[in-house]
């Protein structure tokens, strides 16, 4: 049964955000200090709104119109419009998970009280998010400040029983959804339909499951890194921590060590020492050329440096984001203590922007770092004896000649990795001046989490690929001399998948590794 989740009682953390939106049915309430924190924004605001001062958003309207007021009497009509006229999302729709995500960080913001809505608002879009009614909201059309307008009005569009949603997978009408829920649509009184949409929670959503995947990708890199230098029988010392702890950025010397514990009893990957000593001895005055290299190349040997940055990236990313989950995120905000109102910009998503900006750019290098790898792997020249596109050992000549192995495999993830790469423009640099010049600086930071979240998918890929190679490497060597946490990923890869005998179809073999990349299985069965 999963742990019940109080809203508004506690800090969210972005595991909270992966297991409401990955987890199952999510049991998730509002909190009741959290309920009496928002009734008392409210009240403050219908007392703000009594005294005919215009508020931003509630007797004004929106944007560079916000210089024109209206009577207390048209508040109602003004949130409904302002919902309607941002229904022109466009794209591909959001995954579930994302859509599960952006509904428990939208809530958590509002729970906060200082949004002024009503506490029956954050229930029903709980109960929404409990009963898995997942309004269909497209991707595009958010500049990422003043927060994620269109796409948080699909949600808001929802709570009042318009719309189509996802319910039990199969589309249908909010409406529909919510009557067989016994769910109650609400009418969005003042500032409600503002509060729901003028925030990051979106652009968050992504964020979140983006960071939490390229985590499990840090992990995945490290394995992978073990069973190269293992396969191209490397050289093991590159990852002694004697090095790493003469440059101790906290993400290298934990790829580092994550190699090391994963190499542990190898008898593929040697020790500087063992790599010494197969080598023949050189006479005074001469010249040898070495059969074997005693440093392995940069892909194998400079991973913990490419890694580690990824490793590091994360680790920052993900207090910028667990601020931007527990934050106040619209606009205007009502503050109890002190009685008054605040317009400011809360709703500017700079900090989820430069993240993910940053985080696509450390999973994209790592995919290439990965991919080089693989080149090395596949080819003859450089993988120290392994077959060419490490075909099987045929000893039938009416078999030789015919197989490439993994020659499509590598070609397959180049294109993979160019993708990624191409991926990682800044979005953040792309601002542009839009709605009459009142947003006229704008984070685009819904951009960089859609891109980051596109990046981390594609590397997924990548490592499937890569992963496959390995084991195939793996058995032209010799499984059992493989280290003990190589060992059980290469077990845990062929439970899905068998050794390439023969070229065949690969693609639902790549589909099946890389949902063990994404699940955390092979970290887990590594026991890490």
């Known amino acids: 049964m999963n742990e019940q989740i109080a809203i508004g009682a ?9 297991r409401i939106a990955r987890g199952g049915k999510p049991d998730v309430r509002l909190d009741d200090a959290a309920a009496a924190r928002m009734t008392a924004s409210v009240e403050l605001k219908n007392h703000l709104i009594a005294t005919g001062q215009p508020i931003y958003g509630v007797t004004t309207g929106f944007g560079a119109s916000c210089i024109r007021q209206i009577g207390a009497a048209k508040t109602v009509a003004l949130q409904r419009n302002l919902v309607q006229y941002h229904l022109n999302g466009s794209g591909p729709i959001a995954q579930p998970d994302v859509i599960r995500a952006t509904m428990a960080v939208r809530a958590n913001c509002l729970a906060r009280g200082y949004s002024g809505v009503r506490p029956e608002v954050v229930r029903l879009l709980l109960d929404c998010l409990r009963h898995d009614v997942l309004p269909l909201i497209p991707e595009r059309g958010s500049v990422g400040a003043s927060g994620d307008l269109v796409p948080l009005c699909y949600l808001a569009n929802l709570l009042t029983g318009e719309g189509d949603v996802l319910f039990r997978g199969r589309e249908t009408t909010a409406e529909e959804a919510l009557k067989e829920c016994g769910l109650t649509p609400v009418t969005l009184e003042a500032k409600e339909a503002l509060a729901l949409i003028n925030g990051t929670s979106f652009m968050t959503g992504f964020a979140a499951l983006a960071l939490h995947d390229a985590e499990e990708l840090a992990f995945a890199a490290d394995l992978c890194t073990a069973l ?16 790493h702890d003469q440059k101790p950025h906290q993400g290298q010397v934990r790829s580092a060590a994550q190699v090391r514990e994963l190499l542990a009893g190898s008898g593929l990957s040697k020790d500087y ?22 440093q392995d190349r940069y892909s194998v040997r400079c991973a913990p440096h490419v890694v580690g940055v990824l490793r590091d990236t994360t680790r920052w990313a993900r207090e910028w984001l667990e601020v931007e989950m527990n934050s106040t995120n619209d606009n205007p905000l009502f503050d109890v203590d002190s009685g008054n109102v605040y317009n400011g910009g809360n709703f500017y ?16 290098s790592v995919g290439d770092l990965l991919d080089r790898q693989l080149a090395l792997i596949v080819d003859e020249k450089f993988n120290n004896g392994l077959t060419p596109n490490l075909i099987p050992r045929f000893t039938d000549d009416d078999d030789q000649g015919l197989h490439h192995g993994f020659k499509g495999m590598q070609i397959a993830c180049s294109a993979l990795t160019a993708e990624a790469l191409r991926n990682t423009m800044p979005a953040t640099s792309f601002s542009r001046s839009t709605e009459a010049h009142n947003q006229d600086k704008v984070s685009m930071g819904t951009i960089a989490a859609r891109d980051a979240r596109t990046v981390v998918e594609l590397v997924q890929n990548v490592v499937a690929i890569h992963l496959l190679a390995l084991c195939q490497a793996a058995d032209l060597r010799d499984p059992a001399k493989l280290g003990a946490g190589t060992r059980a990923a290469y077990e845990l890869v062929r439970s899905e998948v068998a050794f390439l005998d023969g070229d065949r179809r690969l693609d639902h073999d790549v589909a099946a590794v890389t949902e063990m990349v994404r699940d955390g299985a092979l970290r887990k069965v590594c026991g890490c």
């Open 10 to 18: 506690r800090l969210l953390t972005v595991a909270d955000a992966v």
């Open 228 to 243: 190269a230098s293992e396969v191209l029988l490397g050289n093991r010392g590159h990852f002694d921590a004697v090095i």
């Open 273 to 294: 020492p063992q790599v010494l000593g197969a080598l023949p001895a050189i006479e005074d005055g001469s010249f040898l050329e070495l059969n074997h290299s005693i």
């Open 349 to 364: 998503g700079g900090h989820v922007g430069q993240a993910m900006d940053s985080l696509k750019t450390a999973v994209a």
